[in-house]
């Protein structure tokens, strides 16, 4: 084949894409964003890692001890391993401060006796539900979250959130649950983004490694706020994307600023075992944010925020 004929097959394609609403490459014009939240803000703040109602106080306090905004949290053990009253505990503190929660819908391979998600080319299982037994142990890990009040769940695996979706239409679950999809369900390009909101996802947390060309092109396919990483952990790659924090709004709006950390012990499946280091983790990651605001300030550019509770917040219903 030749490099004419070659070229020319990679324009048909590109056309073709455009054809279905997708964009034909990158965006490496990086196009500003028009889209924005319900109430017409650029952006809102992600504190990752709150592993129950402990962390959560903890978060509250120190975000009103740097005055840092802190509109959503999510966990990552699952919500198995909340007790009743952890569940209670947590939606009181976050419908009294009218902060989202997001609870992690597990069990999956990477903690079942998978083979597979232990082996070096097998870690792409670890996130997804084993089995039918697994997908069902997700799905109500969902339901039960729902009936303690809480209204935004974090999937990450295809099969339970196409589930999800069709039990949120059915009514079986309640019609304002919203649907985090994972950062470990890979979302990389703007068909995959489109693919994934069309079974129900109401944000996607985008892998942390994408270029702000890549970025760009996913937003342009769908309209649901983008969850980026500006920092991340060591295990998904160590990233400190403070000095973007600029361009990430103003390509990626409607966007949570999702602060990680780095050189942070891996604590899932967490417990009280854990509260001291799980606790100071949480301080430091609103600490973070903190500095990603200054410098968001610092810019030449003009940004708005949302107010505690605002339209489109999961918060939880005590």
Do not use: C, W, Y
């Given at each position: 084949m030749s490099a004419i004929t070659s070229q020319r097959g990679i324009a048909a394609t590109r056309r073709f894409l455009e054809r279905l609403g997708l964009p034909g490459g990158d965006r490496h014009d990086l196009p500003t964003s028009e889209k924005r939240f319900p109430d017409g803000a650029h952006y809102r703040i992600e504190i990752p890692s709150v592993e129950g109602p402990r962390c959560l106080a903890a978060v509250i306090e120190e975000a009103r001890r740097l005055d840092v905004t802190v509109h959503r949290v999510s966990q990552g053990s699952g919500v198995f391993m909340l007790t009743d009253r952890e569940l209670d505990e947590t939606v009181r503190i976050a419908a009294a401060a009218k902060i989202?929660?997001?609870l992690f819908a597990r069990p999956n391979a990477g903690w079942d006796a998978s083979a597979m998600a232990r082996a070096p080319a097998g870690a792409v299982i670890a996130p997804v539900a084993r089995g039918q037994d697994q997908l069902v142990h997700c799905l109500e890990d969902i339901r039960r979250a729902?009936?303690?009040?809480?209204r935004s769940m974090l999937i990450a695996d295809l099969g339970v959130l196409a589930v999800f979706g069709?039990?949120?239409t059915s009514g079986e679950f309640p019609r304002d649950l919203q649907a985090k999809v994972s950062v470990m369900l890979p979302v990389?390009?703007?068909?995959?983004?489109?693919?994934?909101v069309s079974h129900g996802a109401n944000t996607?947390?985008?892998?942390?490694?994408?270029?702000?060309?890549?970025?760009a092109a996913i937003r342009t396919a769908v309209d649901v706020p983008l969850d980026i990483y500006v920092e991340s952990?060591?295990?998904?790659?160590?990233?400190?994307?403070l000095p973007e924090i600029a361009e990430i709004v103003r390509v990626a709006a409607p966007v949570y600023l999702?602060?990680?950390?780095?050189?942070?012990?891996?604590?899932y499946p967490s417990g009280t075992h854990l509260d001291a280091t799980t606790i100071?983790?949480?301080?430091?990651?609103?600490?973070?944010?903190r500095l990603g605001l200054e410098i968001l300030g610092r810019s030449e550019l003009t940004f708005m925020t949302s107010a505690l509770g605002a339209g489109g917040l999961a918060v939880p219903v005590a």
């Open positions: 989202e929660v997001s729902a009936e303690h009040g809480i069709e039990m949120r990389a390009n703007a068909a995959t983004a489109r693919t994934v996607l947390n985008l892998p942390t490694d994408l270029a702000l060309a890549q970025i952990p060591d295990s998904l790659g160590g990233f400190v994307r999702k602060f990680g950390l780095r050189n942070a012990p891996d604590v100071a983790l949480s301080r430091e990651r609103v600490h973070r944010a």
